[in-house]
């Protein structure tokens, strides 16, 4: 258990630090798979809810901190999305590619419009028609992508077995 928490830390890390500088050169227009929230997802969907919510709120403050956003939204939003996808993911169906797709496009629409909301409600500069057909769906569709291919990449790197194997 301490080896997985060590290793969820050190990608943890990886993830936030390089995450601009890796996923700048996969930018279509202004879009680009959100890293963070995917590895939130897949630790949401593969461990306990200690886990999942802890590693949310972790890369989120770190999300907050490095970035010029307000402090705790992130925090917030991460932590949010660790506790509902564990609180639900026995009754998601997530050993098929089409079902992870549908789940990564699902949740990073839930999650990105309570960004959103929360944005609104402190900052008042949102125009959420903008948000909504700029910025989640095509971001949300993005993620869902790219979750095929980098949930088989976690997997082997935190389980080292493969995502789409058989029972």
Same mark, same amino acid.
Not at 125 to 142: M, W
């Given at each position: 258990?301490k ?8 990608l943890?890390?990886?993830?936030v ?7 700048d ?13 995917? +590895?939130i997802?897949?630790i949401?969907? #593969? ?9 949310? /709120? &972790? $890369?989120? !403050? @770190? ?7 307000l ?11 660790? +506790?509902?996808?564990?609180?639900f993911? #026995? ?7 089409i079902?992870? /797709? &549908? $789940?990564? !496009? @699902? ?20 125009n ?12 949300a569709?993005?993620?869902?992508? &790219? ?21």
């Amino acid at each position: 258990m301490k080896k997985k928490i060590t290793i969820i830390l050190v990608l943890i890390l990886v993830i936030v630090l390089q995450s601009s500088n890796v996923i700048d050169r996969l930018k279509i227009g202004n879009i680009k798979p959100n890293l963070i929230m995917l +590895f939130i997802i897949y630790i949401s969907l #593969t461990t306990n809810i200690l886990t999942s919510e802890t590693t949310g /709120f &972790f $890369v989120g !403050f @770190l999300e907050d901190i490095l970035s010029q956003s307000l402090i705790g939204v992130n925090a917030l939003t991460k932590t949010l999305l660790a +506790f509902f996808l564990n609180h639900f993911k #026995t009754r998601l169906f997530t050993e098929k590619i089409i079902s992870v /797709f &549908f $789940v990564v !496009f @699902l949740t990073t629409i839930v999650t990105k419009l309570f960004y959103f909301l929360l944005i609104l409600l402190f900052v008042n500069k949102v125009n959420f028609y903008h948000a909504i057909l700029k910025i989640i769906i095509p971001e949300a569709f993005y993620n869902a992508l &790219f979750s095929i291919v980098v949930f088989p990449l976690f997997r082997l790197i935190l389980e080292r077995k493969r995502l789409w194997q058989k029972p």
